[in-house]
Protein backbone atom coordinates (compact mmCIF):
# COMPACT_ATOMS: atom_id res chain seq x y z
CA UNK A 1 0.00 0.00 0.00
CA UNK A 2 1.36 3.09 -1.01
CA UNK A 3 1.14 5.86 1.98
CA UNK A 4 2.88 8.99 3.51
CA UNK A 5 3.63 8.68 7.45
CA UNK A 6 4.42 11.78 9.59
CA UNK A 7 5.73 11.63 13.02
CA UNK A 8 7.73 14.19 14.97
CA UNK A 9 4.71 16.31 16.36
CA UNK A 10 4.11 17.28 20.18
CA UNK A 11 3.77 19.91 22.51
CA UNK A 12 6.19 22.43 22.46
CA UNK A 13 6.92 26.16 24.55
CA UNK A 14 7.21 28.95 22.40
CA UNK A 15 10.94 29.35 21.43
CA UNK A 16 11.11 26.10 21.45
CA UNK A 17 12.25 23.09 17.93
CA UNK A 18 10.36 20.33 17.10
CA UNK A 19 11.74 18.01 13.96
CA UNK A 20 9.05 16.73 11.73
CA UNK A 21 9.54 13.51 9.70
CA UNK A 22 7.10 12.27 6.28
CA UNK A 23 8.55 8.73 5.08
CA UNK A 24 7.14 6.31 2.33
CA UNK A 25 6.37 3.82 2.29
CA UNK A 26 5.53 1.10 -0.46
CA UNK A 27 7.06 3.86 -2.81
CA UNK A 28 10.22 5.37 -4.06
CA UNK A 29 10.09 9.38 -3.24
CA UNK A 30 12.43 9.74 -5.95
CA UNK A 31 10.17 11.07 -8.73
CA UNK A 32 8.52 13.32 -5.85
CA UNK A 33 8.30 16.57 -5.32
CA UNK A 34 7.28 16.83 -1.35
CA UNK A 35 5.47 19.83 0.56
CA UNK A 36 4.87 20.34 4.30
CA UNK A 37 1.01 21.68 4.64
CA UNK A 38 -0.65 22.75 7.58
CA UNK A 39 -4.05 23.71 9.01
CA UNK A 40 -4.54 25.56 12.36
CA UNK A 41 -8.02 24.88 13.84
CA UNK A 42 -10.86 27.32 11.85
CA UNK A 43 -8.96 28.02 9.71
CA UNK A 44 -7.72 26.74 6.21
CA UNK A 45 -5.25 24.37 5.19
CA UNK A 46 -1.48 25.90 3.82
CA UNK A 47 1.62 25.49 2.46
CA UNK A 48 4.65 26.03 4.31
CA UNK A 49 7.10 24.29 2.32
CA UNK A 50 8.24 22.48 -0.42
CA UNK A 51 11.52 20.50 -1.74
CA UNK A 52 12.29 19.37 -5.58
CA UNK A 53 12.49 15.49 -6.07
CA UNK A 54 16.69 16.14 -5.93
CA UNK A 55 16.47 18.57 -3.02
CA UNK A 56 17.69 20.92 -5.20
CA UNK A 57 14.97 23.28 -4.36
CA UNK A 58 13.17 24.51 -2.04
CA UNK A 59 10.47 27.15 -0.88
CA UNK A 60 8.73 28.60 2.24
CA UNK A 61 5.47 30.64 3.24
CA UNK A 62 7.14 33.85 4.50
CA UNK A 63 5.34 33.27 7.53
CA UNK A 64 8.25 30.13 8.30
CA UNK A 65 11.06 31.84 6.30
CA UNK A 66 14.39 31.60 8.32
CA UNK A 67 12.64 29.49 10.78
CA UNK A 68 11.88 26.27 9.20
CA UNK A 69 14.02 24.14 7.04
CA UNK A 70 13.02 21.63 4.82
CA UNK A 71 15.90 18.63 3.83
CA UNK A 72 15.41 15.13 2.20
CA UNK A 73 17.35 11.74 1.93
CA UNK A 74 15.52 9.58 -1.43
CA UNK A 75 17.88 6.83 -0.08
CA UNK A 76 15.98 6.50 3.10
CA UNK A 77 12.92 7.96 1.33
CA UNK A 78 12.41 10.41 4.14
CA UNK A 79 11.76 14.14 4.51
CA UNK A 80 12.83 16.42 7.03
CA UNK A 81 11.13 19.37 8.16
CA UNK A 82 12.97 21.51 11.46
CA UNK A 83 10.97 23.87 12.87
CA UNK A 84 12.47 26.72 15.02
CA UNK A 85 11.81 29.53 16.96
CA UNK A 86 8.42 28.34 17.03
CA UNK A 87 5.53 30.49 18.10
CA UNK A 88 1.75 29.91 19.40
CA UNK A 89 0.66 30.65 15.27
CA UNK A 90 2.51 27.76 14.30
CA UNK A 91 0.17 25.32 16.29
CA UNK A 92 -1.47 23.48 13.65
CA UNK A 93 -1.78 19.65 12.41
CA UNK A 94 1.25 19.25 9.80
CA UNK A 95 1.06 17.23 6.28
CA UNK A 96 3.59 16.10 4.43
CA UNK A 97 2.16 15.45 0.73
CA UNK A 98 3.75 14.37 -2.54
CA UNK A 99 3.72 15.10 -6.52
CA UNK A 100 4.63 13.45 -9.16
CA UNK A 101 6.99 15.52 -11.30
CA UNK A 102 9.39 15.44 -14.14
CA UNK A 103 10.93 19.10 -13.58
CA UNK A 104 12.92 20.01 -10.67
CA UNK A 105 10.94 22.50 -8.95
CA UNK A 106 8.38 22.15 -6.42
CA UNK A 107 4.83 23.66 -5.33
CA UNK A 108 2.96 24.46 -2.58
CA UNK A 109 -0.30 23.74 -3.87
CA UNK A 110 -2.27 21.77 -1.99
CA UNK A 111 -4.50 20.62 -5.47
CA UNK A 112 -1.48 19.49 -6.88
CA UNK A 113 -0.45 16.71 -4.72
CA UNK A 114 -0.93 12.98 -5.56
CA UNK A 115 -0.53 11.36 -1.98
CA UNK A 116 -0.75 12.83 1.71
CA UNK A 117 0.10 12.08 4.98
CA UNK A 118 -2.56 11.72 7.67
CA UNK A 119 -0.93 14.42 9.73
CA UNK A 120 1.14 15.08 13.14
CA UNK A 121 -0.33 17.31 15.30
CA UNK A 122 2.21 20.29 16.67
CA UNK A 123 0.97 22.22 19.70
CA UNK A 124 2.87 25.50 20.20
CA UNK A 125 1.75 26.43 24.20
CA UNK A 126 3.58 27.02 27.72
Known amino acids: QLQLVESGGGLVQPGGSLRLSCAAY????????IGWFRQAPGKEREGVSCISKDGSSTDYADSVKGRFTISRDNGKSTVLFEMNSLTPEDTAVYYCAAQYVKGWNCFMDSNGMDYWGRGTLVTVSS
Open 26 to 33: GFSLDAYA
